[in-house]
């Protein structure tokens, strides 16, 4: 990339594909030899480095089939130099529309998903004034009404409820310590 901020988008677009050669093609062309992928049930072993990421990708196209993706927000801070090497580290907000395709079911009971994901980005500028992936960490936002994941109905409208009964729980115990220790 010679530009992530602006890039980023495009390159996750070319990284949800399905088809597994122009996949690999991405991870080759965007991630460094050590790049290493952490996501919620797995993380990639940094020795192996991009055969570890192309191995997940390939694991999530088995898993999934991709209809979309959306950038919400992409931020990236300014370009550091550490050891003599510029990285640059960013933040991607972005809702992908996703299919189960493990099991062959029909559309009406395999319905898109909309998930939320919030993906982290380690980048440093290689020999060839390009920009090169060395991290990724892909994580799901811990309320689970914005994950876009829906098990039963009413199941945000539940999580809402029990974030705000913690909420005031928070505030009762907060404030009754508040009271005792000033």
Not at 16 to 39: G, I, P
Not at 59 to 68: A, I, K, M, P, Y
Not at 92 to 111: E, I, K, M, S, T
Request: glycine share 8%; charged share 20%; aromatic share 8%.
């Amino acid at each position: 990339m010679e530009y992530p901020a602006g890039d980023i988008g495009r390159v996750l677009r070319e990284l949800c594909q399905s088809n597994t050669k122009a996949v690999e093609h991405a991870v080759d062309k965007y991630f460094t030899d050590d790049a290493q992928l952490v996501a919620p049930l797995f993380t990639t072993p940094k020795q192996v480095g991009k055969e570890a990421v192309k191995a997940a990708y390939r694991v999530r196209q088995v898993l999934l089939h991709d209809t979309g993706l959306e950038v919400q927000c992409a931020g990236f801070d300014r370009a550091k130099v550490e050891k003599g090497v510029e990285r640059v580290s960013g933040v991607v907000d972005c809702v992908q529309h996703v299919q189960g395709r493990l099991l062959p079911l029909p559309n009406a009971l395999n319905p898109t998903a909309n998930i939320r994901i919030l993906i982290r980005f380690d980048c440093v500028k290689c020999p060839d004034e390009m920009y090169r992936i060395c991290s990724q960490e892909v994580n799901i936002p811990s309320d689970w009404a914005s994950t876009g994941l829906h098990v039963f109905p009413f199941d945000a409208q539940i999580a809402s409820g029990l974030k705000w009964m913690g909420g005031m729980a928070a505030l009762l115990v907060g404030g009754t310590l508040m009271r005792v220790f000033g």
